[in-house]
């Protein structure tokens, strides 16, 4: 017997999927290319010039992160817009994640168009003359410029918390949802694990950012 399945259900299924992969992919491989920075402007750079040299860039970056993130971010506000918060009534921990995951939601929609204007588009007025994508060489200098100062800098730790933060707890409800994580037990071990992985990332994606500001980051200047 067939089984029909809602337009929401499967739009739901479509926008926990794409937050795993591949937007969650990606942030790996951004953190990842961030953290290149802890050694150096040279090896920045040379990561930003061997992401630039991909062939056919634009139609990877238009079909692999920005039809996928316009989705994803897109339904996640009328995900937001339905919902109906009881943190009041039931304050469990999980009502309070699911909150948290929405209001990260929306710092992030606003979070990424900034981040992405700024340094893949150079299109923020009063910052940079041009973008990291088109100035591979100049790409530690950019970033750097702009995290020297605070109020640039401070929306980045925001931006970086409240991506891993949705990250890691996506993670979970995807597992949760998906049918591949059954059982209480199972489910909180999976939200420990979750959580320990989102302390873990916070970490490399800040430690990467101070590198931008501090030779070899926070903690190799901890380490010095």
């Known amino acids: 017997m067939a089984i029909r399945l809602s337009r929401t259900f499967v739009l739901r299924k479509l926008h926990q999927l ?4 591949p937007l969650g992919i990606f942030l790996l491989e951004h953190f990842y290319t961030n953290s290149k920075a802890l050694t150096g402007a040279a090896d920045f750079n040379n990561a930003v010039r061997d992401l630039q040299s991909i062939p056919y860039i634009l139609f990877v970056e238009i079909g692999g992160i920005f039809i996928p993130l316009i989705y994803h971010a897109v339904y ?6 339905e919902a109906r918060p009881n943190n009041l009534a039931y304050p469990y921990p999980r009502n309070w994640f699911y909150l948290v995951q929405r209001i990260t939601g929306v710092i992030l929609f606003f979070f990424i168009i900034f981040h992405v204007l700024n340094f893949r588009f150079g299109m ?19 970033v750097s410029r702009e995290f020297h100062m605070w109020w640039i800098f401070l929306i980045y730790m925001v931006g970086i918390t409240a991506t891993v933060w949705h990250f890691a707890n996506g993670i979970w409800l995807f597992l949760v949802d998906w049918g591949i994580t059954i059982g209480e037990r199972a489910q909180r071990l999976t939200g420990y694990a979750c959580i320990a992985f989102g302390v873990l990332l916070l970490l490399v994606g ?11 980051g926070l903690i190799g200047g901890l380490i010095h």
Request: hydrophobic residues 50%; charged residues 10%; aromatic residues 8%.
């Open 76 to 81: 996640g506000l009328v995900i937001t817009m």
């Open 18 to 21: 794409s937050g795993i992969f």
């Open 124 to 142: 923020v007025p009063g910052l940079n003359e041009t973008s990291v994508a088109h100035a591979p060489d100049q790409a530690f200098q950019i």
């Open 206 to 216: 800040v430690n990467a950012a101070v590198a931008f500001i501090r030779d070899g």
